[in-house]
């Protein structure tokens, strides 16, 4: 342990970046992230409203979708508000506490979503390999076990993370150099050694989103392997096409991670503003376009939400007509 000083060089609080150059612009920048939030919002409560109401979706791939559509609001909710409270603001200053629980819950809804979408990969390929046995296999009972091992999974390696934070002393520099606060970023400002810290997020990693992304790859090998071996040509193009939304959240989801990892470890040094802009895509991006993807590209929930909003609007008139 590296013996520091702590006599008035110990920071209780961190500030976070904005983006780096354009602070005479914040408020502009503001509303386009301000419809983000609101699109986000909407978007992934009317997916989750739309199959808790509705029986005919309480199958696997709709219970998997709300699953991802909670993940997403969980994760914009820990984002979006200090982001808008940069740029509205001018306000970048987190307590250590403060800064800790974002971590926590960032890093926590990231795993969460990326055990969601390893999921539904398998969902995928047991609907494509084993039709026949989708819903035998795919039972209430596994989907429910399933969502508890993700909780379970991500709770046992994020839990840590907070508290081996607390035995580190931060001096020399506060600022970060993200919009939020990210565990690698913090433990960069930390004059005692983060050993321990960084060999443990490293295993959190590859032990969750590295290890989640290698087996969504086997899974659409073998899906390959199936659709490859149909005899006719609009099988397999039905097949595939079951498929569109899943891979637009997962290259949504891993691509921005896989660049900012790649290029924090291996690259050039590059201006801050580029990993600034790879995070922010990686955190606000995928719960913006992921419900937008799956309304598009999925008719039974872009019915039910038209029949929904349908059913609401007749309810307002007919109180209407009645008063």
Request: one cysteine or more; hydrophobic letters at 50%; proline letters at 4%.
């Amino acid at each position: 342990m590296l013996h520091v000083n702590i006599t008035n060089s110990i920071f209780s609080t961190f500030l976070v970046t904005g983006i780096p150059g354009l602070e005479a612009v914040y408020i502009w920048i503001a509303i386009p992230f301000c419809a983000m939030f609101l699109i986000t919002m909407v978007g992934n409560m009317t997916i989750i409203i739309v199959i808790w109401r509705e029986q005919t979706l309480h199958v696997p791939m709709y219970l998997f979708l709300a699953m991802l559509a909670s993940s997403d609001l969980g994760l914009s909710l820990f984002t979006f508000p200090t982001l808008l409270r940069i740029f509205l603001l001018n306000d970048r200053e987190l307590t250590t506490t403060a800064c800790f629980t974002q971590m926590f819950f960032i890093h926590t809804f990231q795993d969460l979503e990326s055990a969601i979408i390893l999921a539904m990969a398998f969902d995928r390929y047991v609907a494509i390999s084993h039709p026949l046995h989708y819903h035998s296999i795919l039972t209430d009972t596994v989907i429910a076990k399933i969502g508890l091992a993700i909780v379970v999974r991500t709770l046992t390696v994020q839990v840590p993370l907070p508290i081996l934070l607390k035995r580190l002393y931060f001096c020399h520099s506060n600022v970060l150099s993200h919009s939020y606060c990210l565990h690698p970023d913090i433990i960069k400002l930390s004059c005692s050694s983060t050993t321990v810290n960084s060999i443990f997020g490293l295993f959190v990693v590859l032990s969750t989103m590295g290890l989640d992304f290698l087996l969504i790859l086997l899974s659409y090998a073998l899906i390959l392997k199936t659709v490859l071996s149909m005899a006719s040509h609009s099988g397999r193009l039905k097949a595939l096409n079951t498929c569109i939304s899943h891979l637009c959240a997962v290259v949504l989801f891993f691509t921005p991670m896989i660049c900012l990892s790649m290029l924090h470890r291996f690259g050039p040094r590059l201006p801050s503003h580029v990993y600034v802009t790879l995070a922010n895509m990686h955190f606000l991006i995928p719960p913006v376009m992921n419900p937008i993807v799956y309304v598009v590209k999925t008719k039974q929930i872009r019915d039910k939400i038209q029949k929904l909003f349908i059913r609401k609007a007749t309810k307002k008139a007919q109180a209407l007509s009645i008063t």
